[in-house]
T-cell receptor, first 115, second 113 residues
Framework: KAGVTQTPRYLIKTRGQQVTLSCSPI?????VSWYQQTPGQGLQFLFE???????NKGNFPGRFSGRQFSNSRSEMNVSTLELGDSALYLC??????????????FGSGTRLTVV | DQQVKQNSPSLSVQEGRISILNCDYT??????FLWYKKYPAEGPTFLIS?????DKNEDGRFTVFLNKSAKHLSLHIVPSQPGDSAVYFC????????????FGTGTRLTVIP
């Protein structure tokens, strides 16, 4: 079965712009989580959606937002981009309502570069 | 505040030898620990996990050891193979759930043929 699909794979934006990233989970998976990966910081949890509802949010500013659609596809949006937002953004989907790292399947990520 | 720490950013090992990757955590509430492996241009893939009620879990060449009193876990790969070369992330969870998954900064393992 198809894995987690993230689009686009690469993105270059300028400071002040906004960006929308997309994630299509594995068919049947209802939980989608987003992580930011930067050198030296590992993977930082952004937020988790389950059945179109944001269940949990990490410690990121309000410029970072997301949503989930009825087909479980999810988008995350970053407004007023800053240079420090340059990172690999990873999406993970899970079938279980409680997620659980062992149930995750990660996508390949979107590499965002802010110039 | 990094609650899960991997203090070695890189490790090089000869093929056939043992690779030992270390991870420390600070939060005693963590009760589930996982290792993920990441190749360039791919997302992390789950490797092995251990519950806090155990001190060892083995899966083929991979063994994870947990020392709760020291808040330390390690991943042993024996024998190491060139295909094991990747970045390894340690993660910890409080009762499961995406919101409770804390990752370390990763260790890049290079297995030299």
């Amino acid at each position: 079965k198809a894995g987690v699909t993230q689009t686009p794979r690469y993105l270059i934006k300028t400071r002040g712009q906004q960006v929308t990233l997309s994630c299509s989970p594995i068919s049947g998976h209802r939980s989608v989580s987003w992580y930011q990966q930067t050198p030296g910081q590992g993977l930082q949890f952004l937020f988790e959606y389950f059945s179109e509802t944001q269940r949990n949010k990490g410690n990121f500013p309000g410029r970072f937002s997301g949503r989930q659609f009825s087909n479980s596809r999810s988008e995350m949006n970053v407004s007023t981009l800053e240079l420090g937002d340059s990172a690999l953004y990873l999406c993970a989907s899970s079938q279980l309502s409680t997620g659980g790292g062992y149930g995750y399947t990660f996508g390949s990520g979107t590499r965002l570069t802010v110039v | 505040d990094q609650q899960v720490k991997q203090n070695s950013p890189s490790l090089s090992v000869q093929e056939g030898r043992i690779s030992i990757l270390n991870c420390d955590y600070t939060n005693s509430m963590f009760d589930y620990f996982l290792w993920y492996k990441k190749y360039p241009a791919e997302g992390p893939t789950f490797l092995i996990s251990i519950s806090s009620i155990k001190d060892k879990n083995e899966d083929g060449r991979f063994t994870v050891f947990l020392n709760k009193s020291a808040k330390h876990l390690s991943l042993h790969i024996v024998p190491s193979q060139p295909g094991d070369s990747a970045v390894y992330f340690c993660a910890a969870s409080k009762g499961g759930g995406a919101n409770n998954l804390f990752f370390g900064t990763g260790t890049r393992l290079t297995v030299i043929p």
